[in-house]
């Protein structure tokens, strides 16, 4: 019942045009398109951290819900689906270890940091 709560939400924060998928899980994976700048980007991520982290659902009173959100975007150089999938989910695992309710936007420097993370167990 909580997955069908957030993913009402979630389609309440985006446009029809907006294409919003489950991948699994508690996973879902959201395809913007022309969202204007990297700004407006950055104000529809946060107002989901926000939105989400703020809903209030019966059978969870007891619990409070978290978002962590990984960005990637697009360009005219992005490979294939695979390579920006992957993306995603660094700036995902960047963003959980940021703490609770954060996003991160995928950059390359993000591979580097990933694997000293994982190398020295944090």
């Not at 926000?50 to 809903?55: L, T, Y």
Request: with cysteine; charged share 25%.
């Amino acid at each position: 019942m909580a997955l069908k709560a957030l993913a009402k939400t979630l389609k309440g924060l985006y446009r029809s045009s907006d294409l919003i998928g489950r991948l699994g899980g508690d996973e879902f994976m959201i395809l913007l398109t022309n969202v204007g700048s990297i700004k407006n980007l950055k104000r529809i991520v946060n107002d989901t951290v926000v939105k989400i982290a703020a809903m209030e659902y019966e059978q969870m009173k007891a619990m409070a819900l978290t978002c962590s959100i990984g960005v990637v975007l697009i360009t005219d150089h992005s490979e294939n689906f695979n390579t920006l999938y992957n993306q995603a989910d660094i700036a995902l695992y960047m963003a959980k270890w940021d703490g609770k309710n954060r996003y991160r936007i995928y950059s390359q420097r993000m591979d580097k940091e990933l694997m000293l993370r994982v190398k020295n167990n944090d």
